[in-house]
């Protein structure tokens, strides 16, 4: 288990002292103790679940409305070229 506190301080660029890692250590045996016991829940007839709640589209309907003007769009840009936004080049 010390290994994959480790392993895990290091993808996460974390450093850890040794009091830290043993406490970790205790609580990610916890978590995969608990984990190990809802393994042994019957799911056998539960639809699975792909939203705690009963969610409908909540997008807007997609409709063709009038843009906005290009001179009020850009009003307040730090630096335009032409009719578009003018950004620093990133390579």
């Keep these: ?11 996460a660029r974390i450093k850890l002292n040794e009091e830290e890692k043993e406490r970790f250590e205790k609580e990610l ?4 103790d608990y984990v190990s016991k ?5 799911t056998e007839n539960i639809e ?9 589209n909540v997008f807007r309907e997609d409709k063709v409305e009038k843009s906005l003007d290009i001179e009020e ?12 936004f003018k950004v620093p080049r990133i390579i």
């Design 38 to 42: 809802l393994k042994e829940v019957d």
């Design 1 to 11: 288990m010390e290994r994959e506190i480790e392993y895990l301080s290091r993808l």
């Design 29 to 32: 045996k916890k978590i995969i």
């Design 73 to 84: 769009v850009l009003k307040n840009a730090p630096d335009r070229f032409k009719n578009f």
């Design 48 to 56: 699975p679940t792909y939203h705690v709640l009963p969610v409908t």
